[in-house]
């Protein structure tokens, strides 16, 4: 459920994907809401050189970053620039790539780059970001009936994002974005929601597209900050994150849950309780009180079971892509 093979990093990209112990505070963090499992989103002011011309054609880019840990939020992140400097700006000037790819320090570098103002990064480019928190997405996956799964509040929050810039009168002409499962179905909904943008939705968009590339590092820069900023709540001398990554794969994670679990209640908002590493220390390796769910007679209500709850329902089968995203797609969509 979100805790899968393949949203294992290797142990080389694990240590990318930890936050380093310096790391650039982005606008895009608000630490009350952080703190408070909340989940929000951040638009930066329109670039002054768009801002110059709003007719301006632009390219947008859309990524995310945590979409595997079991600790901490996903974030979703746009960034949007003249098309004209689309290449020639973030990918031969300042060399964005797949955020994965480059140090926690050269992607602090680069966002510290888009938010300093007279900047050409600063001056040029807009980003957004949504922060799904932990607390969020587990809710959203749990619920005993009409379960939100992980595919469509994606979705969602990638549709949010980009209708925020376009109400903000900024001129879209094209966007790219890195896939959510099978990318022909992601992007005809996507085309069908914005009949009037050229949208490419690809496998790997992160390596192939500056804009998305320099997205991935909005997204995974303020990640790293907000789990700098949920770590400060255990340890206020601000020293290494002792859970490391936040994936199941990275034996710091799991080896910092163990030793910080309630029997009860388990962990705080910064935890993913719809992941199955939560729910099986909590089931199997808790030592806290255990539920006994009464049968309450014949029918739907009667076959209830913790792990229906724990696991938000089972999903209808027989149609792959009207599923992916939580709600069935009728005909017309394609």
């Not at 949203?7 to 408070?36: C, G, M, R, Y």
């Not at 001398?237 to 990554?245: D, Q, Y």
């Not at 993913?272 to 030592?287: C, D, I």
Request: contains cysteine; glycine residues 8%; hydrophobic residues 40%.
């Amino acid at each position: 459920m979100g805790d899968t093979l393949e949203d294992a990093p290797d142990s080389q990209a694990l240590e990318n994907e930890t936050p380093p112990n310096t790391i650039f505070l982005a606008p895009s963090i608000t630490k009350p809401l952080v703190l408070s499992g909340a989940s929000y989103t951040h638009h930066s002011p329109i670039p002054s050189n768009v801002r110059a011309d709003l007719s301006t054609p632009c390219v947008l880019g859309v990524d995310e970053a945590g979409r595997g840990p079991v600790l901490g939020p996903m974030v979703y992140a746009l960034l949007y620039l003249p098309l004209a400097l689309h290449r020639s700006l973030l990918a031969e000037t300042h060399h964005f790539d797949d955020s994965k790819v480059l140090t926690p320090a050269v992607r602090s570098e680069l966002m510290e780059k888009i938010c300093t103002p007279e900047t050409d990064l600063f001056e040029n480019c807009g980003w957004a970001t949504r922060v799904m928190s932990a607390r969020d997405i587990s809710a959203a996956q749990l619920r005993p009936t009409a379960p939100y799964n992980l595919n469509a509040q994606a979705m969602d929050a990638t549709v949010d994002l980009i209708r925020g810039v376009l109400e903000q009168g900024v001129n879209v002409e094209e966007v790219y974005i890195d896939t959510i499962g099978p990318p022909d179905a992601y992007q005809k909904r996507l085309e069908k929601i914005f009949p009037n943008l050229r949208i490419t939705v690809a496998k790997k968009a992160d390596s192939l597209y500056p804009c998305v590339s320099a997205a991935s590092v909005c997204a995974k820069v303020t990640r790293d900050a907000a789990l700098d900023v949920l770590w400060e709540s255990y340890d206020e001398s601000g020293g290494e994150v002792a859970w490391g990554s936040g994936y199941p794969s990275d034996a710091r994670c799991t080896a910092w849950m163990r030793a910080n679990m309630d029997p009860l209640f388990g962990w705080g908002s910064e935890c993913r309780f719809s992941w199955g590493t939560a729910k099986e220390m909590l089931e199997v390796k808790g030592g806290g009180p255990k539920a006994e769910w009464p049968d309450v007679g014949e029918g739907e209500a009667g076959n209830m079971r913790l792990t229906g709850f724990m696991m938000g329902g089972k999903e209808e089968e027989g149609d792959e892509l009207g599923n992916w995203f939580g709600s069935r797609v009728g005909a017309e969509v394609f």
